[in-house]
Each structure stands twice: as C-alpha cells, then as structure tokens.
C-alpha cells in the first residue's frame, strides 16, 4: 500500500479576541491507502481540526498537507472545490441530513453536483442506499429512520461522488453500542469494497481498537501517539 496522504508541521491557530489559541501544532503523519485510522483524544485536543483541515473546510495557518503525493495548498477555489467533491467524503456526528428530504433524495443531492443525469442520480443513489444496506428505505425521511440508518444515509451520500478518502468525524457518537459496532463493521467492509481510505475521530477507544488499523492519540494539538 503507498502512502497517499501526508501531513507536514501542519499548523493551525485562531485568534480570540488579542491572544492567539493554537488547535494545531506541528503535525506530521503519513496515511497508507486502504489504510482505516482511529484518531482519539479529548475535547480540544485537535482532532476535528485536523479532519476539517485534511477535508479541504479549512486552511492551515502553515504546513503542508499532501494528497496522491500533490500538496493541496497551491489549490484555489474552484480546485479545493472539486478536491472536497470528488477526492473527499465527510460525515458527521449529528448526520447532517436534509430532514425533508427522503433517504434517496439526500443521497440524490450530493450527485447533483457530479454531472449525473436526473435517471442516472436516481439509479446511482438506490445503488448507494443499497450498498450501505438500505434498499427498502430510500423513500424514507430521516424521522422515519433510527439513529444508525441515518448515519449509513450519511455514509452512502459522502460516497456518491467516489472518493478515496473518507472522513468521519465521531460517527458513532449518537449510536448506542449495537449500532455503533454495526457501523463500523460498516466502514471495515468498505475500505475492502470500496477501496477506502478512512480517518476516524472517535471517543469509542475499544471499538476503535478493534476495527482501526492505527490509533493514533491526539493532546493539545499534538500527535503523542500512534500505534502505527
């Protein structure tokens, strides 16, 4: 497996009010493709910060984040946009669906955006609905749908455009411990299927030890540990 993403003294601070607080500081790491890593540690330890960084949401105040051996940071608007569409999948905790919206009309959504034809979406996001487990749901709304089928309607939408690169930012935080061993069993298979790469943020430290490849542990915007 190459090492397809890499990170280089990567540095974020933001400014509140007259003083400067630092989320990140210095971080270097490489990922392999294929590679599924945990990434642990306390509230304000970093964590979030670095997958939005890595996801193309924000700019590091200096460093260098490297994608397929291509650094990101040259990248202007309309290139960070279509790195974020294409190469990148998020999801999140709270699962940020459009509650109005049926499971195949969320998914639906996200290929808008690819160049699919109005059939072609249609068929492509029942194919993802399908893939994740949820082929008798795609007309259902997220009220209708329990905490883990949400977060697989979240998964098939973050895959609509094929990336390679998943980012899951606490994805079974919201889940009892059934459904979260479920979703990441779930991830586990489509890193073999799907030929994925994913960063996981997760306070589920056993679970994640048991599906993840790495653990690595994150404290005040620094990488103490990491298993790999």
């Known amino acids: 497996m190459a090492e397809f993403l890499e990170t280089h003294a990567l540095?974020?601070?933001?400014?509140?009010?007259?003083?400067?607080?630092?989320?990140?500081?210095?971080?270097?790491?490489?990922?392999?493709?294929g590679e599924f890593v945990a990434i642990q540690g306390a509230s304000g330890s970093g964590k979030s910060t670095l997958l939005n960084l890595l996801g193309g949401l924000d700019q590091p105040t200096c460093g260098d984040i490297l994608f397929d051996g291509s650094s990101i940071m040259p990248?202007?608007?309309?290139?960070?946009?279509?790195?974020?569409?294409?190469?990148?999948?998020?999801?999140?905790?709270?699962?940020?669906?459009?509650?109005t919206m049926t499971a195949g009309e969320n998914v639906n959504l996200a290929l808008a955006f690819g160049g699919f034809s109005r059939a072609g979406r249609n068929r492509r996001a029942q194919e993802l609905l399908g893939r994740v487990g949820l082929a008798a749901r795609v007309t259902h709304?997220?009220?209708?749908?329990?905490?883990?089928e949400q977060q697989r309607v979240a998964i098939a939408r973050a895959l609509a455009n094929g990336p390679r690169l998943l980012l899951a930012d606490e994805p079974t935080g919201n889940l009892d411990s059934t459904r979260a061993l479920e979703l990441l069993e779930l991830l586990r298979e489509m890193i073999e299927r799907e030929a994925l790469t994913v960063?996981?943020?997760?306070?589920?430290?056993e679970l994640a030890a048991s599906f993840a490849d790495?653990?690595?542990?994150?404290?005040?915007?620094?990488?103490?540990?990491?298993?790999?």
């Open 11 to 33: 540095t974020k601070t933001y400014r509140a009010g007259a003083a400067r607080v630092a989320a990140l500081c210095g971080v270097s790491l490489a990922v392999r493709e």
């Open 75 to 99: 990248f202007n608007k309309t290139e960070l946009a279509r790195y974020r569409r294409h190469s990148v999948g998020m999801i999140f905790q709270n699962f940020n669906l459009i509650p």
């Open 141 to 148: 709304k997220p009220s209708e749908l329990s905490g883990g």
């Open 199 to 205: 960063l996981m943020v997760t306070h589920a430290r």
């Open 214 to 228: 790495r653990l690595i542990t994150m404290k005040d915007g620094r990488v103490i540990s990491d298993s790999g």
